[in-house]
């Protein structure tokens, strides 16, 4: 999507302090990070939200759950951390691309919100 500052991101249009890069995805600190450690985890596909997923993005889905728990280890983190997918704008989904956020580094409260 040419609009998408994500797709953005993983096309190298805009920049992004960027940890993680693969065929597949791209995972970036978050620009307001909500905790010490907060990365986003984006596939390159344009995926509007979960709900617009298909069977065929399965693997990838999967890929991109297996990422953030390589990057939790990587960055301190593996023993206490949330990964969250928002769905849809009432859920607080602020980008139409399906994205994970990874936050850790301090003590993560119940319910979120």
């Known amino acids: 999507m040419a609009d998408c500052i994500f797709c953005k ?5 805009t920049q ?3 940890i993680r890069e693969d065929d597949d995805l791209v ?6 990070p909500q905790a010490p ?3 986003l985890i984006v596939p390159k596909k344009h995926i509007p ?3 617009g997923a298909c069977r065929q993005d399965i693997e990838l889905l999967g890929k991109l759950q297996y990422a953030a728990r390589e990057i939790a280890s990587e960055l301190g983190i593996a023993e ?3 990964l969250v997918l928002n769905n849809g ?4 989904q602020s980008v139409d691309h399906i994205h994970y956020h990874l936050m850790g580094g ?3 409260m119940w319910p979120p919100g």
């Open 89 to 92: 704008r009432k859920a607080g």
């Open 37 to 39: 450690t907060h990365v």
């Open 9 to 13: 991101i993983a096309a190298k249009e």
């Open 80 to 82: 206490a951390f949330r």
């Open 16 to 18: 992004a302090r960027v």
């Open 49 to 51: 939200s979960l709900s």
């Open 106 to 108: 301090r003590r993560l």
């Open 27 to 32: 995972a970036f600190y978050d620009l307001n």
